[in-house]
């Protein structure tokens, strides 16, 4: 049996990172769940189809042990993992849109969303429009009769922006259309979607979830009914998560709060030293006063992030000078790990995008997104400041 499952809504989410799906006791007596690295199960007779242990159909042991973590951590009915984060929202969308329909997304969001969107859509049979987060007198304008959904991100990635989220749940609600989240950036650590009434959330488990930088694999929550759409879709497509990479996720899982906490504090930190260099032109974070969505994130976030961006004067150059020059961030394209990371999203996360689309969402070639990790803050901050200088 699940450990502590009716106990959920009253744990903190500290404690539900840690015991939230545990068994107890574990099978033979295991503290740790085990891997059940096998791919095939004995079948009790009468058993549907789409509850039989099998890997595929993401309802073997290890998998249902993970979809409980998964769904405990967004207070979620349920849960499906997957095989990386563009299988989850590429999942979510095939299984929820059909031939015909239309959909509203942000108009900033992570290039492979985008791609799949502006790249697929017509083959498809999908219609889309780009809204912007921001701006709820302008969401009306672009509904049509058959508008099916609203996606949006909590934190944009990479401008680090925060758009008016409670307004997208409340207007979709209102639409009777489905509103989609994708909560990579804040992680349920800061922000749980569905409690503001969104009806589904996803992620790219890579980054924060999973933490360390050592498993790619995504997942979708909401109610049963959604995921039993989203997990019926994911067995066609074969994009189910393997046991060995679920098993490593549900370990970063349990240290989250931990992690997240820090990388919270690192970037306000950073971003604050940032704010304040001579070098620096733009430093964009929700948890600086001076960011245009900072009192709406306090209102909503319980922390603002690891995540931030910056542009510096002296344009591209400068940037590249600045990432050649730093000692402690990799030059690398993903986030959300223990270690801090440095990229310019114009060459790796949004390299997929057309220039005019990415200078359309305001990304610029100069521009750096900053992932902080668990290392001391201080050490960040010097870290920049030698790299600033040599820059400049």
């Known amino acids: 049996m699940e450990y502590n499952s009716n106990m959920n809504d009253r744990l903190r989410i500290e404690t539900l990172a840690v015991h939230a799906g545990e068994r107890r006791p574990g099978p033979e007596g295991s503290v740790v769940f085990p891997i059940f690295q096998g791919t095939v199960f004995e079948v009790a007779p009468g058993t549907p189809y789409g509850e039989i242990p099998y890997n595929r159909l993401s309802t073997a042991p290890s998998q249902r ?43 900033c969001l992570y290039g492979g969303t985008h791609s ?36 949006v991100e909590s934190i944009t990635n990479p401008l680090v922006r925060v758009g008016k989220l409670r307004e997208v749940a409340a207007f979709a609600k209102k639409s009777n259309v489905l509103s989609i989240i994708d909560n990579t950036f804040a992680s349920p650590i800061n922000f749980r979607p569905l409690s503001i009434g969104f009806d589904l959330v996803f992620h790219s488990a890579t980054k924060y979830l999973n933490g360390h930088s050592d498993v790619v694999a995504g997942c979708v929550m909401g109610s049963e009914a959604l995921i039993a759409t989203v997990r019926r879709a994911l067995a066609h497509y074969g994009a189910a998560l393997d046991p060995h990479a679920g098993f490593l996720l549900a370990r970063g899982i349990k240290t989250m709060a931990l992690r997240v906490k820090a990388q919270n504090q690192g970037a306000l930190e950073l971003a604050t030293f940032l704010e304040g260099h001579p070098a620096v032109a733009m430093v964009s974070y929700p948890g600086l006063r001076r960011h245009p969505d900072h009192d709406y994130a306090k209102g909503l976030f319980s922390g603002f992030g690891g995540m931030l961006s910056i542009e510096l004067k002296g344009g591209i150059d400068a940037a590249e000078r600045m990432l050649a020059s730093l000692v402690l961030p990799a030059v690398a394209p993903s986030l959300g790990g223990v270690e801090s990371l440095v990229t310019r999203p114009s060459t790796t996360s949004h390299s997929g995008m057309s220039p005019e689309d990415r200078a359309r969402q305001g ?12 290392e001391n803050a201080q050490d960040l901050i010097d870290d920049f400041r030698q790299a600033l200088e040599k820059g400049t």
């Open 65 to 107: 042990y993970l979809h409980d973590k998964l769904r405990a951590l967004e207070g979620a009915e349920a849960a499906v993992a997957t095989a990386s984060g563009m299988a989850a929202v590429t999942t979510a969308l095939l299984a929820m849109l059909k031939k015909g329909d239309h959909l509203l997304l942000g108009d």
């Open 116 to 151: 799949f969107v502006t790249k697929f859509a017509d083959d498809l049979g999908w219609t889309y429009t780009f809204v912007d987060p921001q701006r709820p007198e302008t969401w009306a304008a672009a509904l049509m009769p058959t508008t099916r959904m609203f996606l």
């Open 363 to 374: 990304i610029s070639d100069g521009l750096v997104r900053i992932s902080c990790g668990i």
